[in-house]
């Protein structure tokens, strides 16, 4: 390095150097640092995340015996109430089996539910991503749908050994088709700019210009199954309002989406059946 | 110990920060907020240590960041770099000594840095008032955050160093 | 002389010793500059707009956009021809510059470790090609398909339009929209596009009168400006036949556009303008769904035509050609499939204004007019069918072989008895009855706002035979055979609907019209008979639509006045029946009016003729609209 460069120009021709050298490096040694730093990061975040298991555990522990027996008593009626729920979902499904066979209808595939902890959320302007806790490891891969107890969550972006990136359904990368509920026609569903302190929205358009929305009578944004990535009917949001787009022939509306999305702390990740491989478990 | 292990110390300090604010905004989430604190992580290298450790910090913590971003890979690291450059530029320009000096550079460097992430990530459909009304809400409450916090971590740093026997003041009064 | 140059130390300030050569070079040099600043001045001063309009040129692109075609309503606002939403999948093909020259550079390589000469030319062309493919082969693993691309439309598209998207699969299935919508990424080159193609909600209802379009870059420029710029045209549609043709200019929508700064290369990057097209005006018409889809479904397989008008306004409330086809399979283009099946089934024709038939007994009804008008009858002249006539040295015969015997005006149309007219022919001569239809203009074009209505409809007389058969002369037989609507004779459906119509309302001529609520006030002439012997015509219909030839067409309770028909042609060779019946309804106060004629083959039905085949159609119509 010259002597009698400053401080300042030495550290700009270092930098210069390093950016050539980047500028230089392969793709595959630039794809393999991404890798290994995502990977090397990914038990910090999973650590943390086991942190705030913990730090739950130990709240519980403080609670008194009264809370705790009341909370179980309330789960033992939930779950009363959902094993009859689950006996009707069982003779509706064998009902709708029965139909499809009637009308020949195709079938679509089913879904392996793996539920993964949230560890990481960042929800920016410019993207919205969450980290679970699951990853290669429990069969998920790139693309897969992911939904909450409210509805659409988002698509699995990346897949590393322990953990996934997920996508949320309020980025403004998201895009999905949907339909309208009582209306099978496909429609195009985007995530939106979300400002802040406030929830999320999104965007749906080539909404056919029979569909009316209004405040007083809103109407829920559902998945379509036509994508192949949803399963049909989960709730992506409601839509109160619709305007005609420029050329007469669709209507779009701004998607009020579910504000838990923005705090979620579980989710699910639905893998087709067919696909699952064998995670080694 | 030698000058690797203070900037070792200060690294580990600063991935320490890293992972602090991705849960700071694990909570931020919930209200639609998030919380960019680049210039933090860049500061105390740029203001304070040497050029060849502040440089490889400065890169490591750009891949850190961007192996987890969904950016074009290598946005972070040059982002992270200009940072540094811009720190090391500004060093002779401010009085290291003085908290506001520190901040206002530190504030000025975050800013910096997010106008160019918007323009980097810009398309299209970014055209309208909304995206510019996130983008800006999110710049001001990081620009904010990042100056009231910059003096406190420098200090705590600066400290840390000084209770294991460097002393950062004594050897910016030399120069 | 010995000199001594001075030494001079760098910390001197003396003058530098300037050698006198360079002031020359110097001035040579000030003078090429101030060349250059007063070229560039001139330039910019004198020439800069020429320059200007030079780089705008040069710079700019436009795009223009047709806006959606109008929508055809009937007359009670139900849609017949709508717009529906065509989805396609493309490529920009400006936006893969990067990819084309990359493949290019891969190809070259590859070759060249082959130790072959990669031809530049050729290997441009493979490169777009593969890169193009390689989006294709993603969509037809995404969509199971497996499509190829064509080389030859992706140069042409490159060196024509390279700013317009290059289409990968045109008019993707819902299915297969909702598809690639969930899985191709939004910043994928491939991109999803929503155009728009004509829908027909009625599918074969009113084919040949709603017609149909096809793609095309004819379309007016708009208010885009730039009108000096290179311009591209973004495919619109254009009304190829139909009401889509004849108004096609007021269907069709306002044309938007984009103008777009574009580098040297051609290669867009920032759009400078855009103006949002516009939709066309809608239209109604006056045709009534219910009535033509009633209509059609009367005729079922059989070939013909059937014409409904309203008689006060002159409005078609339905116009049937058959056989037909769906206008769906004809968008968002016709394939060669769909053409060749519409030919082969002889569909393409619309048998109610193109189609050109004898008219057979209904023309009866024009001889009896003429024959009244000109006293050669009158309510009291009875002429004895025995079951033919003799006129020059052959023999006429009349459909009841055992004849009617005496038969009067009323009894006469009632019975459709060839005698009576041949007699009435014959005394009135040729010229009488052919001036008798031009009077109800038999001879011309109705002026339907159809485009493609036959102008060959034939009123033949003497000078038309002459001319026709080089000379040869008009016979008594020729009069015998036009007199029944038989011979020479050629009339459309349409034109037999209109006479009825005039009949009906005791005018020569109802023009009729495809729009409702036409604002063009028609005149009409009046018959020009007189009420008591118009009352006998009319009496005749009434008694044929009762209890004679025509009583299939009205029923208890709703009696309609009626004349069949039955004419024998040959077509294609083949002896071909063609049943008639015109008439309208109610028979007091007449609203509608309709033509059916039906295109047979007489060994494939029994009881064949206006009265069996026609008259029943005409019936099922009738109950439609006057709602019994």
């Known amino acids: 390095m010259p002597r009698n460069l400053t401080h300042q120009a030495k550290s700009l021709l270092l930098v210069v150097l390093l950016l050539l050298l980047w500028w230089f490096t392969p793709s595959f040694v630039k794809r393999g640092t991404e890798v290994i730093f995502s990977e090397f990061q990914a038990p910090a975040w999973t650590g943390m995340s086991y942190l705030k298991d913990l730090r739950s555990y130990w709240t519980n522990w403080g609670s008194s015996k009264e809370d705790l027996i009341s909370a179980g008593m309330n789960l033992s009626r939930l779950n009363a109430a959902y094993v009859v729920r689950n006996q009707q979902v069982d003779s509706m499904e064998r009902e709708l089996r029965r139909l499809e066979g009637y009308f020949n209808l195709p079938s679509y595939p089913e879904y392996q539910y793996e539920v993964a902890r949230v560890i990481k959320r960042d929800l920016t302007a410019w993207w919205q991503v969450l980290v679970i806790r699951k990853g290669i490891n429990y069969g998920i891969e790139p693309g897969q749908a992911v939904i909450f107890s409210g509805g659409v969550v988002g698509r699995v972006q990346s897949v590393g050994a322990y953990t996934s990136t997920v996508e949320l359904i309020s980025s403004p990368h998201f895009r999905a088709a949907g339909h309208f509920e009582s209306d099978d026609r496909p429609v195009e569903f985007r995530g939106g700019i979300n400002p802040g302190l406030r929830a999320p929205t999104g965007t749906v358009s080539t909404v056919p210009v029979d569909l009316v929305a209004s405040r007083k009578d809103p109407v829920r944004l559902t998945s379509s199954k036509l994508g192949g990535i949803f399963p049909d009917g989960l709730t992506i949001g409601w839509v109160y309002n619709l305007e005609p787009s420029s050329d007469g022939l669709f209507q779009t509306g701004k998607v009020m989406l579910d504000p838990r999305l923005q705090s979620l702390r579980e989710i699910a990740v639905l893998i087709p059946i067919e696909t699952r491989g064998d995670p080694g478990r | 110990m030698s000058d690797n292990g203070r900037i070792s110390l200060i690294f580990i300090c600063n991935l320490l920060l890293y992972f602090l604010v991705g849960e700071l905004n694990f909570m931020l989430g919930s209200l639609s907020l998030h919380f960019h604190a680049d210039a933090l992580l860049i500061l105390f290298f740029g203001l304070y240590l040497g050029r060849l450790g502040g440089l490889v910090s400065a890169t490591i913590l750009g891949f850190f960041a961007d192996s987890v971003s969904p950016v074009p890979y290598g946005t972070y690291v040059i982002g992270y770099l200009s940072m540094w450059l811009f720190l090391i530029w500004g060093q002779k320009r401010i009085r290291r000594q003085n908290h506001t000096h520190v901040r206002f550079l530190a504030a000025l460097t975050q800013f910096f840095w997010m106008v160019m992430l918007s323009i980097v990530i810009f398309s299209q459909d970014s055209m309208n008032t909304v995206y510019w009304n996130r983008i800006l809400m999110e710049i001001l409450f990081s620009t904010v955050l990042v100056y009231v916090f910059a003096w406190s971590w420098c200090r705590f740093q600066k400290n840390l160093l000084y209770s294991l026997g460097w002393n950062i003041e004594a050897e910016m009064s030399q120069i | 002389?010995?000199?001594?140059?001075?030494?001079?130390?760098?910390?001197?300030?003396?003058?530098?010793?300037?050698?006198?050569?360079?002031?020359?070079?110097?001035?040579?040099?000030?003078?090429?500059?101030?060349?250059?600043?007063?070229?560039?001045?001139?330039?910019?001063?004198?020439?800069?707009?020429?320059?200007?309009?030079?780089?705008?040129?040069?710079?700019?692109?436009?795009?223009?956009?047709?806006?959606?075609?109008?929508?055809?309503?009937?007359?009670?606002?139900?849609?017949?021809?709508?717009?529906?939403?065509?989805?396609?999948?493309?490529?920009?093909?400006?936006?893969?510059?990067?990819?084309?020259?990359?493949?290019?550079?891969?190809?070259?390589?590859?070759?060249?470790?082959?130790?072959?000469?990669?031809?530049?030319?050729?290997?441009?062309?493979?490169?777009?090609?593969?890169?193009?493919?390689?989006?294709?082969?993603?969509?037809?693993?995404?969509?199971?398909?497996?499509?190829?691309?064509?080389?030859?439309?992706?140069?042409?598209?490159?060196?024509?339009?390279?700013?317009?998207?290059?289409?990968?699969?045109?008019?993707?299935?819902?299915?297969?929209?909702?598809?690639?919508?969930?899985?191709?990424?939004?910043?994928?080159?491939?991109?999803?596009?929503?155009?728009?193609?004509?829908?027909?909600?009625?599918?074969?209802?009113?084919?040949?009168?709603?017609?149909?379009?096809?793609?095309?870059?004819?379309?007016?420029?708009?208010?885009?400006?730039?009108?000096?710029?290179?311009?591209?045209?973004?495919?619109?549609?254009?009304?190829?036949?139909?009401?889509?043709?004849?108004?096609?200019?007021?269907?069709?929508?306002?044309?938007?556009?984009?103008?777009?700064?574009?580098?040297?290369?051609?290669?867009?990057?920032?759009?400078?303008?855009?103006?949002?097209?516009?939709?066309?005006?809608?239209?109604?018409?006056?045709?009534?769904?219910?009535?033509?889809?009633?209509?059609?479904?009367?005729?079922?397989?059989?070939?013909?035509?059937?014409?409904?008008?309203?008689?006060?306004?002159?409005?078609?409330?339905?116009?049937?050609?058959?056989?037909?086809?769906?206008?769906?399979?004809?968008?968002?283009?016709?394939?060669?499939?769909?053409?060749?099946?519409?030919?082969?089934?002889?569909?393409?024709?619309?048998?109610?204004?193109?189609?050109?038939?004898?008219?057979?007994?209904?023309?009866?009804?024009?001889?009896?007019?003429?024959?009244?008008?000109?006293?050669?009858?009158?309510?009291?002249?009875?002429?004895?069918?025995?079951?033919?006539?003799?006129?020059?040295?052959?023999?006429?015969?009349?459909?009841?072989?055992?004849?009617?015997?005496?038969?009067?005006?009323?009894?006469?149309?009632?019975?459709?008895?060839?005698?009576?007219?041949?007699?009435?022919?014959?005394?009135?001569?040729?010229?009488?009855?052919?001036?008798?239809?031009?009077?109800?203009?038999?001879?011309?074009?109705?002026?339907?706002?159809?485009?493609?209505?036959?102008?060959?409809?034939?009123?033949?007389?003497p000078e038309w035979k002459a001319s026709r058969f080089y000379g040869e002369g008009w016979f008594g037989g020729d009069t015998a055979n036009m007199s029944i609507g038989q011979g020479f004779l050629l009339l459309t459906p349409i034109q037999m609907a209109t006479f009825a119509a005039s009949i009906a309302s005791g005018t020569t001529f109802v023009k009729p019209t495809l729009l409702h609520d036409n604002p063009e006030i028609q005149k009409r002439?009046?018959?020009?008979?007189?009420?008591?012997?118009?009352?006998?015509?009319?009496?005749?219909?009434?008694?044929?639509?009762?209890?004679?030839?025509?009583?299939?067409?009205?029923?208890?309770?709703?009696?309609?006045?009626?004349?069949?028909?039955?004419?024998?042609?040959?077509?294609?060779?083949?002896?071909?029946?063609?049943?008639?019946?015109?008439?309208?309804?109610?028979?007091?106060?007449?609203?509608?009016?309709?033509?059916v004629m039906i295109e047979g083959v007489p060994e494939q039905e029994t009881n064949y003729g206006g009265g069996s085949t026609a008259a029943p159609i005409a019936k099922i119509v009738f109950e439609e609209y006057l709602g019994m």
């Open chain 3, 1 to 461: 002389m010995n000199v001594q140059p001075p030494i001079r130390k760098s910390h001197d300030r003396l003058e530098p010793q300037v050698n006198s050569r360079l002031y020359l070079i110097y001035l040579v040099i000030g003078v090429c500059m101030l060349m250059l600043i007063g070229g560039l001045g001139y330039r910019q001063l004198f020439q800069r707009e020429a320059h200007e309009s030079a780089a705008e040129r040069q710079n700019y692109r436009r795009i223009l956009m047709p806006g959606p075609r109008g929508i055809i309503y009937d007359r009670d606002n139900t849609v017949l021809v709508g717009n529906r939403p065509l989805f396609s999948a493309v490529v920009y093909l400006n936006e893969l510059r990067a990819e084309f020259r990359e493949e290019y550079y891969n190809i070259v390589r590859q070759k060249r470790e082959l130790g072959l000469k990669p031809d530049r030319f050729n290997t441009n062309i493979t490169a777009r090609k593969n890169v193009v493919q390689r989006y294709m082969n993603r969509l037809n693993q995404l969509l199971e398909r497996k499509e190829e691309v064509d080389s030859k439309q992706i140069e042409r598209h490159f060196s024509q339009s390279l700013l317009l998207p290059f289409p990968l699969i045109k008019d993707l299935p819902e299915k297969e929209y909702a598809r690639l919508i969930a899985q191709v990424p939004l910043d994928s080159p491939i991109q999803i596009l929503s155009g728009i193609a004509r829908w027909y909600p009625f599918g074969e209802a009113a084919a040949h009168t709603l017609g149909f379009v096809s793609d095309s870059t004819e379309f007016p420029e708009g208010t885009v400006p730039g009108d000096q710029l290179l311009t591209f045209r973004n495919a619109g549609q254009i009304g190829r036949s139909g009401l889509e043709k004849h108004f096609n200019e007021r269907l069709q929508g306002e044309t938007g556009g984009e103008i777009w700064s574009v580098d040297p290369s051609g290669f867009q990057y920032e759009r400078v303008v855009h103006e949002t097209p516009g939709k066309g005006q809608n239209l109604q018409v006056s045709l009534d769904i219910d009535i033509q889809v009633t209509a059609e479904k009367a005729m079922g397989e059989k070939i013909g035509a059937v014409v409904a008008i309203e008689i006060e306004t002159g409005e078609v409330l339905a116009l049937v050609s058959k056989p037909s086809y769906d206008l769906n399979t004809l968008s968002p283009f016709i394939s060669y499939k769909v053409d060749e099946e519409i030919r082969e089934k002889g569909a393409w024709l619309n048998r109610a204004t193109q189609g050109l038939y004898p008219p057979g007994s209904i023309f009866k009804l024009v001889t009896a007019i003429a024959a009244l008008r000109a006293g050669v009858i009158s309510a009291h002249t009875e002429i004895d069918c025995p079951g033919y006539k003799i006129v020059g040295k052959r023999a006429f015969h009349c459909h009841r072989l055992s004849g009617h015997g005496p038969e009067d005006l009323i009894g006469a149309i009632r019975d459709s008895c060839n005698v009576f007219f041949y007699t009435c022919g014959t005394e009135l001569g040729v010229w009488g009855i052919a001036n008798e239809a031009r009077r109800f203009h038999l001879d011309q074009p109705t002026g339907i706002e159809l485009p493609g209505e036959t102008t060959r409809m034939l009123v033949p007389d």
């Open chain 3, 525 to 595: 002439d009046p018959l020009g008979l007189a009420p008591e012997k118009f009352a006998l015509i009319k009496e005749g219909m009434r008694l044929a639509g009762e209890r004679g030839t025509a009583r299939l067409a009205g029923k208890p309770g709703m009696p309609v006045s009626g004349k069949t028909g039955t004419a024998q042609v040959r077509k294609d060779g083949k002896p071909t029946t063609l049943a008639w019946f015109v008439g309208f309804a109610p028979v007091q106060n007449p609203r509608i009016a309709i033509a």
